[in-house]
């Protein structure tokens, strides 16, 4: 294997967490999850190339994985819903664990709802990067992340208040 394809892959394992979260937050059926999984690996490697080095490879592989799940839930937003979210749920046999995923399932539904830009606010929000880097990721100003994150977190809660989910 040549070191280019080794190094990749040894990024990509390192950070593949990254793709599997936006997987799982832009499609419902675990079907679609695995093919957005494979959408963006596809299209970090073509990119990969064009990684200089001068940001982190998370910070640049958010971008590019956003950016990849972006276009994909545009053109799968078209097709129909085939299954509830909470059938792609694993569940371990201990009561905690049976609460944490049920309101990961919750939050789950709850983002959903949202637009597919504001999936991408929670989603960085929720990796905890700061707003200098949401900004870096998504493309816009500082200032701009702040307010559309801020706006996303009170949609989020309407939703999450307006659906019964108890947190």
Known sequence: MK???STFLALINQHKAIIHKISK???KDLEEQRDLFQEIIMQLWKAYPSFKGKSKF???MYRVALNTALIY???DNRKVDKSPLDENIDIIDTDESELKEE???YLY???NELN???KALIFLFLENQS????AENLGISEVNARVKLNRTKEKLQFIIKKNGYEF
């Not at 707003?131 to 949401?134: F, Q």
Request: hydrophobic fraction near 40%; avoid cysteine.
């Open 58 to 60: 998370s910070t640049w």
């Open 3 to 5: 070191e280019t394809e």
């Open 103 to 105: 309101k990961l399932a």
């Open 131 to 134: 707003h200098k880097e949401i």
């Open 25 to 27: 937050m832009y499609m």
């Open 73 to 75: 839930f545009k053109k």
């Open 116 to 118: 597919s830009v504001e």
């Open 109 to 111: 539904k709850a983002v």
